[in-house]
């Protein structure tokens, strides 16, 4: 039988050490380079701190998988078995330019299935975290179920980009959305954005394109919390690949995707 409650905390003992280091490289001069195009960042303390986290888990774990987003796990082909998805930070530009406003995100997957997300705020020291059917906190302080909210009075996390001429969406698709809604805000990292709309600051987060490291922490919190984590058309995510992402309260969910989003020829 697998030890949840012994994976959790040696997961989050990991994840403060993790931030330990990342903070110690605040004084440092970094060395960035760039991915996918001259503004996806890497450093090599996201290199760095992905190892660590490897380390620790083939340690403790090794018949474990692991997924992190600058290659240094496994591929599986599948979900299946126990699978740690790793973004050793996620708001790699937020950390070059800014020192805060990015996250450690770790999902821990069982045959597909969530089982411990967690989502630390280095900076804030705020640790979101949930266990499959256990609810799911921020630090000590447990978050309620979601509630419904109407779309005239939500706050979303969108980034400009999507309502701007883009590859992946028809502009005119997303901005009637973005007029309709109170507010919208844009903070450069998923998984925070996931852990706001947990924690009730957001009511709805948008992206276009997010990867599995992204998404896997952040999935399991707004689930059980009772949101809803679908892609832009509604459908269920697929772990093991990129796709859209719709992170919503209920209710909101359901009357966005009818009202702006599975309507429209994109
Ligand atoms: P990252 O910082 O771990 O790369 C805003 O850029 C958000 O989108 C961040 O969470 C970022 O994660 C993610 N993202 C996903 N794909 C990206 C890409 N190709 N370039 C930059 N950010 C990306
Ligand atoms: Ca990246
Ligand atoms: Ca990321
Ligand atoms: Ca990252």
């Given at each position: ?7 959790d905390?040696?997961?989050k003992?990991w994840i403060?050490?993790?931030?330990e280091i990342?903070?110690g490289?605040f004084?440092?001069?970094l060395?960035?380079q760039t991915?996918?195009?001259?503004n996806?960042l ?10 660590f986290?490897?380390g620790?888990?083939?340690k403790n774990?090794?018949e ?8 240094f796990g496994d ?12 973004d ?5 530009m937020?950390?070059?330019h800014m020192?805060r406003?990015f ?9 597909g ?7 630390y705020?280095v900076v804030?020291?705020e640790?979101?975290h949930a266990?499959?059917n256990?609810g799911?906190?921020?630090n000590?302080?447990?978050?309620g179920?979601l509630e419904?909210?109407?779309i005239?009075?939500s ?5 400009a980009?999507?309502v701007?001429?883009n590859k992946?969406i028809d502009?005119?698709?997303l ?9 919208t805000r844009s903070?450069?990292c998923?998984?925070l954005e996931?852990?706001?709309?947990a924690?009730?600051?957001?009511d ?8 599995p490291w992204?998404?896997a922490?952040?999935?399991i ?5 009772g ?9 269920p995510l ?7 992402i719709?992170v919503?309260k209920?209710g909101?969910?359901e009357e966005v995707?009818k009202k702006?989003l599975c309507?429209g020829?994109?």
């Open positions: 039988m697998t030890n949840w409650s012994d994976i905390t040696n997961a003992g403060k050490e993790a931030a990342i903070k490289s004084s440092k001069t060395d960035i991915k996918s195009n001259r996806d890497v450093t090599e303390i996201d290199k760095k701190i992905e190892q986290f490897i620790k888990i083939r774990y090794p474990h998988k692991i997924i992190g987003e600058e290659g591929k599986p082909k599948t979900m299946d078995g126990i699978i740690w998805i790793i050793p930070i996620d708001g790699t937020n950390f070059v020192q406003n996250a450690i995100s770790i999902g821990i997957y069982e045959n299935v969530g089982m411990i997300g967690l989502i705020d804030r020291d640790l979101y266990i499959k256990k799911a906190y921020m000590e302080l447990q978050l179920p419904e909210v109407n005239a009075e706050i979303i996390g969108i980034n980009s999507w701007t001429e992946r502009s005119a698709i901005a009637p959305l973005v007029k309709d809604v109170r507010g903070y450069g998923a998984a996931f852990a706001y709309v924690a009730g600051r957001l709805a987060y948008i992206s276009l394109r997010l990867s992204d998404f922490a952040g999935k919190l707004i689930e059980e919390l949101g809803d984590v679908t892609d832009l058309r509604g459908k697929n772990l093991l690949e990129q796709c859209s719709f919503s209920p909101l969910h995707l702006f309507n020829d994109w």
